[in-house]
């Protein structure tokens, strides 16, 4: 029915409000309606009982209305049979009324449960449908995101989950009842006459006619309209929110002109459309007035002379125009159900195909769990008692990482250990876990040759990972905390410090455009490592690969020397902390949002983190303190406010490794300074990948990484990179002496 | 309030009145039918008269062809005048909101604003077409139907008037019941879409922090609370088409028992029992639609109310009328100004006594922490907003003396805010100065250093920039602001912290520019950076609303605590630990 595509802006791109410029977020035809309908069908087949006995009661109502015309005519006709015999009393009269009520009774209930059922099954799936999806945009990775709009993602929920409900509680059901009835209806008016039949199906006739080419024609000057309106309100939003720069350049009179002229293109587009969306009802049901006076003409002569051979009486023929009024409803109703249902199926399928998007990879066996550590170093499960105070990544011997003990050479030069048996006169190496016969230990040079090794050597030795890189090739990754290897535990321990390395990384947001090559940085537990550059060389993408925000092409990337990719995602994340350039917060209170970073953090825990970013002040002296509600992303804070606060927040979750990309882009520097403490307390101790614009902000990291077009210029220290004079020794003193 | 709306039909007067005449006419033309109806079973059928039959029906089609042509056109009147309503209304309110001063924008907020011009004045236009249509036609049917019921049996009009207050009552009640519970409903739905805004907004904190499940429970209670609040409403709704089933039943079966009676007592010729049946039906349709215009009325009320707030607001700032101007120098005098944004006494002063002169030519930078008032005392130079006290002159000349537009042609001025419009480059530059030559255009893209990257684009001066400017970066957005500002060639520039996403190296070539090309311009800058503000002629220090300090960088450096420190600050690495 519906040919139009949505509307689309006047440059053939989407619309100004993304591609849903529509009210009702655009129609479209769904490209696959059977299994759209019956996926949706699904969400109120859980309670089939209801839905059946819904469907009963459509039927029963139905019939039982065209059953109640039908009673009229014993009725009338008894009533002018007892007139010509001259009655002036008729006792049947009270009881076939008392009948027909009766039977408008059952029908009203019917009716009333019906929609009554169907408004519970339609409203609980819908709630179902809503929380799926919602559920389901959880586990979306963020390049899902940055695909859709937030607007269209929000369309989802409102316009398509509420052209969805309104199908099941009403469409459906009324397609139902508008076919029941319509057939009924034929039955009784071919029965009562099959040849005035054959002049109300010409009626019939005119009337669809009308229907299809007003709908057509409407439907035609509808996506026009919507097109204007777009443009309208494109043109509002645009100049709306550029108005201070109107004003500033003195245009305001050339941006009347311009609303003006789109103003009047959708006057007229909007009439015409109107025009005929809202003739189609007053001429379709003149139509039928005149198939009324027609069928009135036939009808008349055949029931002249009390109905001759064809039993044609008066009763009949008003019983008969009454169904020749009722049977153009149905059409009518057809037709509209059919568009809105259409409609809602386009949304079903949306709504479908978000859910069916591919959720975040996540393969990762490796967990991150409390533990308790002795002043020896070892570690012990978490007795429960308290905050814990140590974490540890629990790793299950199945996995593809094995344990094995290393040699730790010069420059980390790692060498594997193992036990190994003598086999005919050859050592053999046993797979790591394996105890030897003899006890004996070797080490595995490079080409594969076993050395046994000495005792000293033995006392000396470290730990590492070993897993497969992304080449195939077995790799080593030495791992730097305490370790837990229990031989007969079904998971080894090791622990949380916060060791990054990427190793090689390849990326690209889009395939063909590559945003990172082979970007090598290590960042030791407690280190800070800063990365400097122009807007758009990679800066912030770095960050967003440590916490696996987006897979990687290649290289590899490393936590505590486990692959990110094997690390549960949760996990992972909860090891980091992030203070971002836009900061979000939530509606609530500043104090619930300082606790979204640790949900089980106390209020002293909070304002302690408070404190820490310097943010204790301004919450103080705010209208209720710490109880204030924040409301829309907190507008009623200043930007440096809001980013305190997430600050505050970040320091709560108190993770050992922390990103703060632009954390104080909005802080002017004299307060940064006055927050710098609070900064450097929550940088103390972790490690941590800083973004900052301003270059004096990152003169103490530990290494300053220069990237330009995703690749590293330079790296080091300040001292080594202002010595090398290249290009942040530009960059640096291009802020001092330009001149 | 609908007296206002009608005087917007201006133009579309015609449409407007001609419409309800139409339906009137239309409704008159539907209801004979069922008497010539009458007709035919009285006389023709029942007194075997054909010709009575012949004559009825004929008359019958006409008075239908009739009804389906005025039909069409009261639909053409009333979508007509709706639309011409709207689009006058939108006009007016678009038109009132470009004479705006920026404490007009500020106080309703640009979003509100949008909604106001969008969202409302679809409301406004529904609520039109319903009234023009829906509401006179249910109004005339009414009342044209009980009057001819009346005219046909008194006594079966009784039976009508019975059911018509019952029927009225149940609505009304339904409505009054259902109506807040709607309410409710679009609270609840207002809060579903909150949680999800925010959740698609700070999908990277929510991920960060791991904090998956929370979200999902927060959801959860907000999807609940509105399937609650839905089925609340709605499961009470769906009791008016029983309702409505129950009284026109009643009606009917009434009719039919007591004219019948009536037919054999010999009061009533046959034929009428179905007019007045049909009659029935047709009060009950009305009376239906009359309840859905009248909700849908209602509803729209704070539409309404929304738009008039706007027409109704006086802008505050209107231009002055000052015979003679002077020529345009540059320079600019602030006498002992305070300024507040509300001025409705419940706002405080963000600047105090200021008292400042620039002179012509002269390059002049402001700085302070966030929150000082840079932005505000720039704000006053063009009169975006007006001083509280005190004085701002341009050229010698009170601010509010000059008319608006001559006063801000003097001055360029790129907002802290930028923004760019859709539309090619040439067309976004050509806002400083309409007639600005191509040569002029390569000059003030040169200046602000953009003409390079203009050039790398393919398409150059001709590259289309989507709306917001989406497709530059941040800092080519920067100084395709500067370019536009410098287009227009003004006597005085300022730039409010406009340079920010601009890289040093870039901004101090700008700067260079600046010193070279704009020799009789007086510039002002408001900067973060220490480096965009040492060689300035004069450097301004705010604190608090107040000049703390006036001065060359040395000499501030020598004696403004406040300068030195945001000196340092900008010197050393943080406090130096690390």
Redesign the interface.
Known sequence: MAENKAPRGPKGGPGPHGPHGGPRGGFGKPKDLRRTALRTMGYILNRPALLLASLVCVVVSALLGVAATYLQKPIIDSISLAFKSGQTQLPSLLTSCLQLIGIYLLAAACSYVQANLMAQLAQKGCNRLRRELFDKLQQLPLSFFDAHTHGELMSRFTNDADNVQMALEQSVVSLISSVITFVGVVVMMVSLSPMLFLASLVMLGCVTAVFLVFGKRSRKFYARQQAALGAVNGNIQEMIEGLKVVKAFNHEEQAKTQFNSLNEEYRAAASEAGFYSSAIMPVASNLTNIGYAVTAVLGGILAMGGGGAAGFTLGSLVIYLQYNRQVTQPVNQISMQMTSLLSAMAGAERIFAVMDAQPEPDRGQVTLVPVEKDANGSLSKFSGQGRPKSWAWKVPRTCALSLVPVLVGADEALTELGQADEENGALKLLPPGTDSKTGLWVRVGADGTLTPLTLAEMAAHGWAWKYPGPDGRMGLHLIRGAVRNVPGEEFCYTELRGAVRLSRVDFSYVEGKPVLKEMSVYADPGQKIAFVGSTGAGKTTVTNLINRFYEIQGGVITCDGIDVRDIAKDSLRLSQGAVLQDTHLFTGTVMENIRYGRLDATDEDCIRAAKTANADGFIRRLPEGYHTMLTGDGTNLSQGQRQLLSIARAAVKDPPIMVLDEATSSIDTRTEQHIQQGMDALMEGRTVFVIAHRLSTVRNADCIVVIEHGQIMEKGSHAQLMEEQGRYYQLYTGQFELD | MLKRLASYLKGYGGYAIASPLLVVL?TA??LV?PL??AR??NQ???G?N?TV??Q??AL??A???V??VV??Y???C???A???L??NL??AE??Q????S?AD?DRFS?SS??TR??NDL?NIQNVA?MCL?VLIRGVAMTAASVVLTLAISPRLALVVCVVLPFMAAALGLLMKVCFPLFEKMQKALDH???T?????????????????D???EK??DA??G??AA??NA??RM??I???M??C???A??LV??NG??M???GELD?GY??TVTGYIMQILMSAMMIGMAVLQYTRAQASIRRVFEVLDAESAITGGGADRLPAPRGRVEFQDVSFRYQTDGAGEDVLHHIGLTVEPGQFVAIVG???TGKSSLVNLI?R?YDVHRGKVLVDGLDVRDYP??AL??R?G?V?Q???L??GTIRENLL??NENATQEELVQAAKDAQAYDFIMSFPEGFDT?L???GVNV???QKQRLCIA?AMV?KPAILILDDST??V???TE?RI??SFRENLKGTTVIIIA??I?SVQ?ADKIVVLDEGTVADVGSHDQLIARSP?YR??Y???????????
């Open positions: 239309e033309c539907e039918l010539l109806m035919i079973i023709g059928i029942e075997n054909m039959i012949w009825s029906g019958m089609v008075v239908a062809l009804a389906t039909g069409g009261a639909a053409r009333a979508t007509f709706a639309q011409g709207g689009a939108r006009r678009f038109e909101i470009a004479s705006f920026f924008i640009s604003l949008i011009l969008t679809t077409i249509r579903l879409n909150e999800v805004q925010e959740n698609l907004v700070a999908v990277r904190v929510v991920k960060s922090y791991v904090r998956q929370h979200e999902r959801f959860k999807n609940d509105f399937t839905g089925l709605v499961l769906v009791a088409q029983p309702v089933m129950i026109f039943s009643v009917t079966v039919l028992y019948g009676n037919v054999l007592g046959i029992l179905q922490g966030t929150g063009p975006f608006l537009d801000r042609s001055i001025m907002l805010n930028n923004v419009f859709s806002w400083g289309y989507e709306q917001g970066s941040g800092g536009r227009r920010s996403a890289d040093s190296a101090g700067r260079q973060q950076r480096s060689y406040i420190e945001i340092d600050s900008q010197q050393e690495g943080g406090s130096g630990n690390g």
